[in-house]
């Protein structure tokens, strides 16, 4: 048995030997140049005891297609493994080419196109948000007449918010059509791979979790303290904090999961055991509209907070899922027992990346209640602006009794590592 992981990730938190222990064959690893580097890491010397490492460029070429499937048949891979969002379809095809047990193309499509996905959330009984799929510039122009500003534009296949756009006025809306244009702006023909949406007020949440055996088998919610578009223009820590067990909103967002994850994996679906990201917006008026649900777990360091909760890590799940390994304290799922409790509350605290030269960061924090810390970038180093919202230059989780102290620890915590933290400007 030999697992082919196609991974656009740092290296250092994804101990891949560690999280398939009792596989007994070949680990062949295909990784993102790019992704090592932005997080500081040193580029491999050698194949870090893998049966091969090769690092590419540009992960998004057709040649890396191309390598997994020669290097598929080379090490007779029976297991293919994905964790990032842009991964899911090319590991799904691959699998289905190759004729492999997991997800194939059909079983993922649903959390990777928008519209299909709101599509079947709908008949499932979930509020989305007012969308259109449109075709030409005036298409777009009539839905903002109809539904007023502002107006989110975003790729119906896109992750962590790149490319994703507000746009609040006419003259917004005009400039963004003349990119989002398919040929000459004249001619106003849109690209195929847009959605266009009405702006949801309100705070977001996310619900995290585990399936196991096609049943809901680990969640928990948490709030966004910030807004995740606001990326490369928010210089200040940006809080993100679990729900308490008695929160009003934490039924109503594990039932939403329950009921989302259900009417995007039918019966017959390939995809039964994975762990999932799923983003809520919680209105003014007290409504959950879904925005959208991943097949993979969530970014930043939401793996961390999940783990402080359960003891449990979503991408070692995950991993050891994909690879066709046993899933302990899990087996019983199929069963449908009652979920787990968190031990206690989590969060994590994040700084983005912003253009200059790093003069100074912060110590690693010796606070007790603080589960880990982490730096992207190193004195002396030139960096440019975050170029999705998870592009860090810091994050840390923390761990309380309660929300609101977590909360509270970390605020306090980001407003040391802000003061902590110096960048100037490079002339």
Do not use: M, N, S
């Given at each position: 048995m030999s697992v082919l992981v196609l991974h656009r990730n740092p290296l250092r938190p994804f101990p891949y030997h560690d999280w398939l222990s009792g596989h007994d064959g070949d680990i062949v690893v295909l990784a993102a140049r790019d992704k090592i580097e932005s997080a500081g890491e040193e580029l491999p010397d050698g194949d870090l005891g893998f049966a091969r490492l090769e690092v590419f460029d540009d992960f998004d070429d057709e040649s890396v297609d191309a390598r997994a499937l020669q290097l598929a048949g080379e090490f007779r891979v029976t297991h293919v493994v994905a964790l990032h969002e842009a991964d899911v379809q090319r590991a799904a095809r691959l699998r289905e080419r190759l004729g492999l047990p997991g997800a194939w193309s059909a079983d993922v499509r649903p959390f990777r196109d928008k519209a299909l996905m709101k599509r079947l959330a709908v008949e499932g009984g979930a509020e989305v948000a007012t969308h259109v799929v449109p075709h030409t510039a005036e298409q777009v122009r009539e839905f903002a007449a109809e539904h007023g500003?502002?107006?989110?534009?975003?790729?119906?296949d896109g992750y962590n918010s790149i490319g994703l756009r507000v746009l609040r006025d006419r003259d917004g809306l005009e400039a963004c059509l003349a990119e989002a244009c398919q040929g000459p702006p004249q001619a106003g023909v849109l690209r195929d791979d847009v959605l266009l949406e009405k702006f949801v007020p309100g705070r977001m949440c996310h619900v995290d979790g585990l399936v196991a055996h096609g049943r809901m088998a680990t969640a928990w919610p948490s709030q966004y303290q910030y807004e995740l578009s606001s990326f490369a223009a928010d210089p200040g820590p940006r809080v993100d904090v679990t729900l308490d067990e008695d929160d009003p909103l934490t039924p109503r967002l594990l039932a939403l999961a329950e009921q989302v994850l259900a009417a995007l994996t039918p019966k017959g679906s390939r995809l039964v055991h994975h762990a999932f990201h799923m983003e809520v917006f919680h209105t003014p008026d007290d409504r959950l509209v879904l925005c959208e649900v991943a097949c993979r777990s969530?970014?930043?360091?939401?793996r961390e907070v999940f783990f402080t909760l359960f003891g449990v890590h979503l991408a070692e799940f995950a991993t050891r899922a994909e690879a066709?390994?046993?899933?302990p304290g899990f087996e019983g799922a199929a069963d449908g027992g009652p979920p787990p409790r968190p031990r206690c509350m989590s969060g994590q605290v994040l700084t983005m990346k912003r253009p200059g030269l790093v003069r100074a960061l912060p110590e690693p924090p010796g606070d007790p209640w603080v589960e880990g810390f982490w730096l992207f970038a190193e004195p002396g180093q030139v960096i440019d602006v975050a170029s999705g919202s998870a592009d860090f230059l810091t994050a840390a989780v923390a761990s309380a009794p309660s929300r609101a102290e977590c909360?509270?620890?970390?605020?306090?915590?980001?407003?040391?590592?802000?003061?902590?933290?110096?960048?100037?400007?490079?002339?």
């Open positions: 500003f502002p107006l989110v534009l975003k790729a119906r969530g970014g930043a360091k939401i066709g390994l046993p899933l909360e509270r620890r970390l605020r306090e915590l980001g407003a040391r590592v802000q003061a902590r933290t110096e960048i100037v400007e490079v002339l």
